[in-house]
């Protein structure tokens, strides 16, 4: 490291007009950030607002169409990320980059300049992860590692070249209460050692926490460089979205009726080495109840789903019972025509076709169970063009989907607006039951309220819903019920009043049964 | 110094029509240049490879004839690629067609009734169909890549023919000629006009073009496979299978395949020879991407690289040039047409590095 004894009032980080287009559309537009020595900086924004994008540019991953970047006093022009990590920039990505099949000290050499031996490497990570409380066994496979573990080799492997500033995008999306207190601690000493970091996040709470001063996105545009300390949750929340956000009622819930969906000691191996497989899950969700799953990302939540739609069957028929009628061997559609209807995490590719227009990704998941109103011809099975557009039409109009056009192609709507197509698609039908994974992941606070709203209000019609998310805010605005989700393992279901965010944490850390009572009592 | 290609934000409509049309021209410039360079007028050359033909009655038959084979196997690859199944051995698929239709007019030759020309037929779609089976099998239940083993079934099934006419199929009176016995008139697909040679296989290329774009354009099952080609996890969703897919786009492409191939031996050759096609199921993979795998188009790009065969035998003889330039057209009709479609979705942009870099990372 070549620039020691900087002056302390100097800056680490000046970032001048940053502009990035794709295209003719500017993911970011004339940014101005900069960032002083040994302060925690906040990054806030919606999904898409450019943050990514930002940083991107930052760490040498994306070039900027225009603007400049000032390191320490002098313009550079960060071409790769080595060059990056050179200069003294680390960074810790949302998604990681590690090889499952490889251990932690071998993924680290990977990064590192060739010729270190392996053995030093061990040593090094294993010290530095201990001292900045994030314990590491350099010898684990990461397969076998839990998601906040896997961070910290991402954090330790940035902290090793040394860097004097740290990039973190969206870091605690995947942590669990208590994980994220621990980060928050290691943040705190990095400060403590003058280093700078750059925290990216959509999270209010968190960034009144721990940071020191604040820059807002919007559009690609900064909105807001504020101490966000002295502002109110609702201030940066307007400066984020640029309005204020309606406010989910969940009153009249809570009537239940019968039981509409139900798993009795549902088990699934996994379909591939790293996918997680489901252990002896039970669930009840009666009529007029939302029952929410939480949980750290990757903990079977995709597979629980897949079970549950039928979008991969299960073995026997009576683990999975559909208005108390056996449907686990039956597929996604038997499913839907016994009034189920299914909204999965991914929409580009998976609840949608991106290429496909609305009204085309509308028959994807109702061309049987409206069968008599979308298709004729008989055996030919002729799609009725019309009526599906008058119905996406609908949909369209009942949820607020602002688009481009009569029918555009989903894939050139919002996340947001194609999200509130998707829950919509499946509103239209009145389900009786609704099964929704991750309802809200990466849409805007504006659709993101809509959606919730929308699900809390069919069950207050009678229906029953199933929401598998990992926002525990998104959680307690519309459960009624809760349960954790924790490697395949369901816990029991509480009602929604009786549970803590800190209850949550522990059993998403997997402390149920037993433990659980004693953890929690300690706790309060 | 680097080049990206930059996806474009829209991508313009005009364009996208004009693309095939582009590509053609460019074709015919270079194509120009080409002939310049073997040292031939490059107009008269252009002129008796692409105009000559269809200048006269015999030869748009010869058209037809040519055109049949390859709009009805690219016309099934359509299906199998649009589902993300990439059938590349519709040749083999072609001959053993061909060889399961001939059983009736080379095996059971003393049987004559109008029955047996349909019968062919039927045979030829079968013996297609199983063929494309195999691959298909392999895809579904192994995982196998399809791209490999239907190519290298081609070579199987051209050295099946080749051993079935030098062997147990040759014609005992043929002087040892390695053929089989002639069909018998009663297995011979009839002329479609009084005005010359092309016969029904055209008129079943047109029909099948028609049907699969009916299927593609309305009904549930051409969605299905749009889906499918265009994410399998959303076909999940929607309740299809891709297994079943594979199954349906392979056999379909198989029949059709194995249609041409009867059709072509049945109506043009009549007889089985060690070599019965010009490489119709390979060339009919430009034809089924020239058309944008859209089938209406499909008869377009059958009936232009038709064209390029005819016109290749026409300066063959009218310029003394060997079969090669055939070759090379086609191999600059599909480059220029791949080439303008990327070209129409993204844009080249060549990124410069400052000499200032700070980073020292730019002059790698």
């Known amino acids: 490291m070549s ?57 040498g991953v994306l070039a900027p169409t225009s603007g400049q970047i000032v390191w320490q006093g002098q313009p550079v022009r960060i071409s790769s990320p080595s060059a990056a990590r050179k200069l003294g920039i680390g960074m810790v990505f949302q998604h990681f980059s590690l090889f499952e099949a490889l251990t932690v000290a ?38 076998d590692l839990s998601v906040g573990e896997r961070q910290r080799i991402e954090i330790v492997r940035a902290l090793l070249q040394n860097p004097k500033l740290i990039i973190l995008d969206e870091p605690t999306s995947v942590l669990t209460p208590q994980e994220a207190d621990r980060l928050f601690e290691t943040l705190n000493k990095l400060k403590a050692e003058g280093r700078s970091v750059l925290y990216i996040s959509h999270r209010l709470e968190e960034v009144q926490r721990i940071c020191d001063r604040a820059t807002v996105l919007r559009h690609g545009k900064v909105t807001g460089a504020c101490d966000p300390r002295q502002e109110t949750p609702s201030s940066l929340a307007r400066m984020m979205v640029g309005g204020d956000v309606a406010h989910v009622s969940a009153e009249g819930t809570g009537t239940k009726g019968a039981i509409k969906l139900e798993a009795r000691h549902l088990s699934a191996s996994a379909r591939t080495p790293f996918a997680v497989s489901l252990k002896n899950i039970c669930l009840k969700v009666h009529a007029g109840e939302v029952l929410a799953i939480a949980g750290v990302a990757g903990n079977g939540q995709g597979e629980l789903f897949d079970a549950l739609s039928g979008e991969y069957p299960v073995a026997s028929d009576d683990v999975i019972l559909i208005s108390d009628k056996p449907v686990g ?45 979308f298709l004729g011809g008989g055996p030919l099975g002729l799609i ?79 229906s029953a819903v199933l929401v598998i998310s990992q926002d525990l805010d998104e959680i307690f605005e519309v459960a009624t019920e809760i349960a954790v989700i924790s490697e395949g393992r369901l816990s029991d279901i509480y009602p929604a009043s009786d549970l803590s965010r800190e209850k949550i944490g522990l059993l998403m850390g997997g402390m149920y049964g037993k433990t659980e009572t004693a953890e929690t009592a300690h706790a309060h | 110094m680097r080049i990206e290609l930059e996806r474009r934000a829209d991508v313009s409509k005009l364009f996208s029509i004009l693309s095939p049309f582009i590509a053609l021209g460019l074709t015919l410039f270079f194509g120009g240049i080409m002939f310049m360079m073997l040292g031939k007028d490059p107009f008269s050359a252009l002129y008796s490879f692409f105009i000559e033909p269809l200048t006269e009655v015999w030869s748009l038959h010869e058209l037809a004839i040519k055109a049949a084979p390859l709009i009805l196997i690219a016309v099934g690859l359509s299906v199998c690629y649009r589902s993300n199944n990439w059938n590349i051995g519709a040749e083999g698929q072609f001959i053993m067609g061909a060889i399961a239709g001939s059983i009736l007019p080379v095996v059971f030759y003393e049987w004559q009734s109008p029955l047996v020309l349909p019968l062919m037929m039927l045979l030829g779609m079968l013996g297609g169909a199983l063929f494309a089976g195999i691959p298909a099998f392999l895809k579904a239940h192994l995982n196998t890549n399809e791209i490999l083993t239907s190519l290298m079934l081609v070579y199987v099934a051209q050295l099946f023919l080749d051993w079935l006419v030098r062997g147990p199929w040759r014609n005992p009176g043929g002087m040892n000629f390695p053929e089989t016995r002639t069909f018998d008139a009663t297995a011979v697909l009839p002329e479609m006009f009084a005005s010359g040679r092309a016969h029904w296989g ?55 395949a194995g249609l041409a191939g009867i059709a072509e031996v049945s109506g043009a050759i009549q007889q089985l020879r060690p070599v019965i096609s010009p490489g119709y199921g390979f060339t009919a993979i430009i034809v089924a991407f020239l058309g944008r795998l859209n089938p209406l188009g499909i008869v377009v790009s059958g009936l232009v690289l038709a064209l390029t065969y005819l016109g290749g035998e026409a300066v063959q003889v009218s310029l003394q040039i060997s079969d090669k330039p055939i070759r090379v057209f086609q191999g600059l009709l599909l480059f220029f047409v791949l080439s303008c479609d990327t070209l129409i979705h993204y844009k080249i942009r060549m990124i410069w590095y400052d000499l200032n870099d700070t980073t020292g990372e730019g002059a790698r």
């Not at chain 1, 996340?415 to 805007?444: A, C, H, M, S, Y």
């Not at chain 2, 749009?226 to 399998?232: H, K, N, R, Y």
């Open chain 2, 202 to 256: 055209f008129g079943f290329a047109i029909l099948a073009a028609i049907l699969i774009w009916f299927m593609m354009r309305y009904t549930l099952k051409g969605f299905e496979i749009t889906v499918l080609g265009q994410s399998q996890r959303a076909g999940r969703f929607a309740g299809f299978s891709s297994r079943k897919m594979i199954w349906f786009s392979m056999l379909l492409s198989g029949a059709l």
């Open chain 1, 329 to 373: 061997t039956r597929g996604i559609n038997a499913r839907r025509l016994m009034g189920a209807g299914f909204v999965p995490e991914e929409r580009h590719g998976h609840a949608a076709v991106s290429a496909l227009s609305l009204s085309d990704n509308l028959i994807l998941a109702r061309s049987q169970s409206d069968r008599r109103a």
């Open chain 1, 106 to 143: 071998e993924n680290i050499a990977l990064s590192m300049d060739p010729g270190v031996s392996l053995a030093r490497i061990a040593k090094e990570a294993s010290d530095l992860s201990h001292a900045y409380g994030l314990p590491l066994d350099p010898h684990a496979h990461v397969a």
């Open chain 1, 384 to 462: 009725r063009q019309d009526a599906v557009k008058m119905a996406a039409k609908r949909i369209s109009a009942a949820m607020d989907v602002r688009k481009s056009g009569e029918n555009p192609p989903a894939g050139s709507l919002s996340g947001g607006n194609l999200q509130k197509f998707i829950v919509g698609r499946e509103l239209d039908r009145q389900p009786t039951v609704l099964i929704v994974n991750q309802p809200t992941w990466g849409v805007d606070a504006g659709a993101a309220s809509r959606i919730r709203q929308a699900l809390v209000d069919l069950a207050k019609s009678g």
């Open chain 1, 3 to 59: 620039a020691e004894g900087q002056p302390a009032n100097s800056l680490l980080l000046a970032v001048g007009q940053l502009t990035k287009l794709f295209g003719t559309f500017a993911a970011c537009n004339g940014i101005n950030l900069d960032i002083k020595p040994g302060e925690i900086h906040a990054l806030l924004g919606e999904n898409g607002a450019g943050k990514s994008t930002l940083v991107k540019m930052l760490f």
